[in-house]
């Protein structure tokens, strides 16, 4: 069947996109609409069309499968300029999402209409594109340059009542029918005598785009597409509509061919994959109607929240009456901000904090609850003595959950009487905010838990990422190892704040230091005594950090740490940093250039992530990618660090390794999956496709 239907009735032609899952304008769909508006502008019956999508929303773009192979016609510019230039007039009935090619079909009918609720983008640059359909030529010529400029260059969609105000649309539509609103709109066009009005035929927009540019490109970070659109964008103003549509093709292809493009896809179907493992496939997950938490601190209070905007009910316990009401503040703060950001309306956080959210002192509130997650404070002891206790509460069938980011969790489970519903739930913090959550699956952990923990973080909204036990899961364990190797430079000579920079100027939202200004010096210092027990005596040992801890720098919250924030909320250099690394070194010799920095820091964080795939904490090298895009900062643009490696190289990678290992050969030690991929000419991603396609 052709997945672009036909029907007619009453001089009214409704084309029906229908290519589920997204209406994807995949060749085969692009073939089939050029032919539905052939047909229309040959069927002297009809004297109107309508485009709208079948199912859930109209169309979700350009087939991003298709990137990155061979070009298959008809190209989507043609299919849109034949609606654009058919005779009679074409209407968009929008309704869902419209986004990317889908938006730019709408973009070359001549009327569109929009139904409530629908968000209307061009996403392509958080794809490492820009709109190549003549997005960039066609929508300042309907909102004007600043307008287009902001919607293209940040892929950020816009509402329905929006896109009215702007002139994106002409009409909002009503009702849940969006076939009968779509033919009653059309019947009303009709009525009014509407004819064809191509939107390439708008004159052109007048402006000038330079200053925002210049801005885009200070703040780009080394991120290409942003900048790139911009220019398409700005080709309007000086260009015939024929020559625009031109210059947005070169760019647009300039585009398709960097590696940022294939990084930023291979981000979008990593986070798409990791929910999809065969061990939770097929596997009824169990009903989660309630959630109780034990701890209302930041963690504890992040979740609940997160759990309330889901529509989750939960019950909060904490140790007394004096931190419950802390709890249920902070809670009430999030949702404060969520109201603010437009997320929530006010009378729905009244009810959520009124009705759906219960704080108490004593565990037996916990019963009802279907999952319970353990937020307190970070060490084996307390976590076992808290699990026991939700042992004797939880009901039969319910879910354990600990959100220790580093603790072994077949520990936790030992204590209860049922380690089959014991698993380890690592939110990020703010866990209102941060998508990432590592799943992580204990020795006994029941298949349908682990199902029960994806579908709720399904539910939060959440991007999960099964993890194996192991001191620190995927994050926390590959994050301490390149950390170390940061810190082995600023032992050897290497300042802290040059360290910093080039890891940003690599495209880190934060470098080493600063991460540990924000997190507390303590923190670091607190992981460092725990794990002294274990350490090797080829272990070195970073002085600095302890100096400055013991010195009360213990980060941001003291207003000193690395940086200096006494007057300064961004941190500036302070040289009492510097001497006190200098006194806690024994031999600092050696200067680092930025691409010797970002080489050991790299290769130390690939290194280490190829261990864990190869021990089997990570499923899959793209499960490594997304923790790390989501949980880390790394530039989504490079599409994660397993991603990265490939495009730098195994046996470049390889080959560093035993560059510094000449000098620590105890430290930079081969990961045996990094040797048997570099040593076959095999990349990570072969990993990926042997389990997820
Ligand atoms: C573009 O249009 C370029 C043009 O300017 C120029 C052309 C010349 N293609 O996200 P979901 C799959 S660039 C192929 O879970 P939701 C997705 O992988 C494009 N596949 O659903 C998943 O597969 P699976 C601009 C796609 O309801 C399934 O559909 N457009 C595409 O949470 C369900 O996806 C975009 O950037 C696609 N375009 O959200 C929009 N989209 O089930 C990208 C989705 O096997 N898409 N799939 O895992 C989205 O933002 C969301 O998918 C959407 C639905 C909001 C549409």
Redesign the pocket.
């Known amino acids: 069947m052709s997945p672009v239907r036909y029907a007619l009735s009453d001089r009214i032609a409704v084309l029906t996109v229908d290519n589920p899952?997204?209406n994807?304008?995949s060749q085969a769909v692009r073939a089939a609409l050029a032919d539905a508006v052939s047909r229309f502008a040959a069927d002297e019956d009809a004297e109107i069309a309508v485009i709208l999508g079948a199912g859930?929303?109209f169309i979700?773009?350009?087939?991003?499968?298709e990137f990155g192979k061979p070009p298959a016609d008809p190209?989507?510019?043609e299919v849109i300029a034949a609606i654009e230039d058919c005779p009679k007039p074409i209407v968009a009935v929008i309704h869902g999402?419209a986004?990317?090619?889908?938006l730019?079909v709408a973009l070359g009918c001549h009327w569109r209409m929009a139904m409530p609720g629908t968000k209307l983008g061009?996403?392509?640059v958080?794809?490492g594109?820009?709109?190549?359909?003549g997005?960039t030529q066609r929508l300042p010529r309907l909102v004007g340059l600043q307008a287009a400029a902001e919607m293209i260059t940040s892929g950020r969609p816009m509402t329905a009542e929006a896109a009215l105000d702007a002139g994106l649309i002409d009409h909002l539509g009503q009702g849940d029918d969006v076939l009968a609103a779509a033919r009653s709109w059309a019947a009303d066009l009709l009525t009014q005598g509407v004819v064809a009005r191509p939107t390439g035929r708008i004159a052109a927009p007048s402006g000038d785009l330079s200053d925002m540019r210049a801005e885009m490109q200070a703040k780009s970070r080394g991120e290409v597409a942003p900048v790139t659109a911009l220019d398409a964008v700005a080709a309007s103003t000086s260009l015939s509509f024929a020559d625009g549509m031109a210059e947005e093709r070169r760019l647009?292809r300039e585009l398709m061919d960097t590696p940022q493009r294939a990084g930023l896809i291979h981000a979008?179907?990593a986070e798409?994959?990791t929910a999809?493992l065969p061990e939770i496939a097929g596997i009824a997950p169990r009903e989660i109607d309630r959630l109780g938490v034990i701890g209302g601190g930041t963690m504890g209070a992040g979740i609940a929240t997160s759990a309330l905007l889901a529509g989750l009910p939960v019950v909060l316990v904490e140790r007394d009456e004096a931190a419950a009401g802390r709890a249920r503040d902070t809670i009430a703060a999030n949702l404060a901000a969520a109201v603010k950001r437009g997320k929530l309306d006010a009378d729905r956080r009244d009810t959520l904090l009124d009705v759906s959210l219960v704080t108490a002192t004593d565990y037996d509130a916990l019963a009802p609850a279907d999952l319970l997650i353990e937020a307190v404070f970070e060490s084996m002891e307390v976590k076992q003595e808290v699990f026991a206790r939700l042992d004797a509460v939880a009901r039969p069938g319910a879910v354990l959950a600990t959100n220790t980011s580093y603790l072994d969790v077949d520990a936790i489970a030992a204590v209860t009487s049922r380690p089959q519903d014991v698993i380890g739930l690592h939110f990020f913090s703010p866990a209102h905010i941060m998508k990432l959550l590592e799943i992580v699956v204990a020795r006994d952990t029941a298949p349908d838990v682990t199902a029960t923990a994806f579908a709720l973080a399904r539910r939060l909204g959440k991007i999960p990422v099964r993890a194996g036990v192991c001191d620190g899961f995927i994050g926390n364990r590959i994050l301490s190892h390149y950390r170390t190797a940061a810190d082995h430079m600023v032992l050897d000579g290497a300042s802290p704040y040059a360290i910093d920079r080039a890891i940003r100027d690599f495209g880190f939202a934060m470098g080493p230091y600063q991460v540990s200004d924000l997190a507390g010096l303590d923190i670091g210092f607190a992981t460092r005594q725990r794990k002294a027990a274990d350490a090797h005596p080829r272990d070195r040992a970073p002085t600095f950090a302890d100096a400055l801890y013991h010195a009360g720098r213990l980060g941001r919250k003291t207003k000193r740490g690395y940086y200096d924030y006494s007057d300064d909320p961004k941190g500036r250099e302070d040289p009492e940093t510097l001497r006190l690394v200098q006194e806690a070194r024994a031999d600092a010799s050696r200067e680092f250039t930025d691409e010797e920095i970002v080489r050991r820091y790299m290769a130390a964080m690939v290194n280490e992530a190829a261990r864990v795939v190869g021990d089997g904490i990570a499923s899959r090298p793209l499960d490594v990618d997304v923790v790390f895009l989501h949980g880390y900062g790394f530039p989504r643009w490079r599409g994660g660090p397993m991603h990265w490696a490939d495009t730098y190289g195994l046996d470049r990678i390889l080959a560093d390794i035993r560059e510094f290992a000449r000098d620590d050969d105890h430290f930079w030690q081969p990961a045996p999956l990094l040797t048997e991929l570099a040593d076959k000419g095999a990349t990570f991603e072969s990993l990926n496709r042997k389990d997820t396609k």
Do not use: H, N, Q
């Not at 986004?99 to 889908?102: D, E, N, T, W, Y």
């Not at 594109?129 to 359909?133: N, R, S, T, V, Y």
């Open positions: 899952p997204v994807a304008l859930r929303l979700g773009g350009a087939d991003i499968s190209w989507l510019p999402t986004l990317g090619g889908g730019e061009l996403p392509e958080t794809l594109i820009l709109p190549g359909a997005g647009f979008f179907f798409r994959a999809k």
